[in-house]
């Protein structure tokens, strides 16, 4: 019989929490991600789904327990580029285009293979619109700026922190299209969602989070 190797999740948590004023925003809690794996994180209001999310995206100190990234106790530097968090503060200059926030964020992220910024934009519905300032788009439009770097970067896990937020049905079909496409090509995600998300890409893992 041949040995084989058990898979490495791409991320990992042991005992996970965040500490406030020396107590805990929610209870530890223990997950892992593989690659090609979508996970809904569930959990009220204030039980500190968003504080999860900007955890795991290095906006936040790591409070109590252990993270993992490919096996090992992570570590900013060896996941640059590898994690993309979209929250609720888009993170665009409303004063440029869209084209130039795409060119800020490649500039310091890369390009995912065969991505282009006017491929990109066509593909998100954005075509003809490259030149507006983001500042004069509408909240669905601005969100789509935003959901273009998910195309456009070549990060392997997205943290998607209510990513239907400020769309139509279209738009919302959209973004169950992107995590397809991304898991299919064996990118992983975490998604936070107050409504019910149609995602036909299989079965999510479900990550609840409690105070």
């Known amino acids: 019989m041949i040995a084989t190797t058990p898979s490495v999740p791409l991320l990992e ?15 530890p809690i223990d997950f892992q991600l593989d690659a090609g794996e979508l996970a809904l994180i569930e959990g009220d209001n204030g039980s500190g ?20 990234w ?5 570590q900013r530097d060896d996941c640059i580029g590898e994690i993309l968090f979209l929250g609720h503060q888009l993170g665009l200059k409303a004063d440029l285009n869209p084209r130039e926030n795409l060119l800020i964020a490649a500039g310091l992220n890369g390009y995912r293979d065969g991505s282009g910024i006017a491929s990109v934009l066509d593909e998100i519905g954005l075509g003809g619109f490259e030149d507006e300032p ?23 896990l997205w943290l998607l922190d209510e990513p239907y937020a400020n769309l139509d049905r279209i738009g919302i079909a959209l973004v169950n299209r992107l ?6 090509a064996g990118g992983a995600a975490l998604v936070t969602s107050h409504g019910a998300v149609s995602f036909h890409g299989g079965e999510p893992r479900h990550i609840r989070i409690h105070a």
């Open 70 to 74: 490919r096996g090992k106790p992570m």
């Open 179 to 184: 995590l397809e496409k991304h898991l299919a």
């Open 134 to 156: 983001v500042r004069r788009l509408s909240a669905g439009q601005k969100k789509r700026v935003a959901l273009a770097r998910l195309l456009l970067l070549p990060a392997s």
């Open 49 to 68: 789904k968003t504080t999860l999310m900007r955890i795991l995206a290095g906006l936040l100190h790591v409070g109590a327990g252990e993270l993992f």
């Open 13 to 27: 948590a042991r005992a996970l929490s965040f500490l406030r004023q020396d107590e805990p925003v929610f209870a």
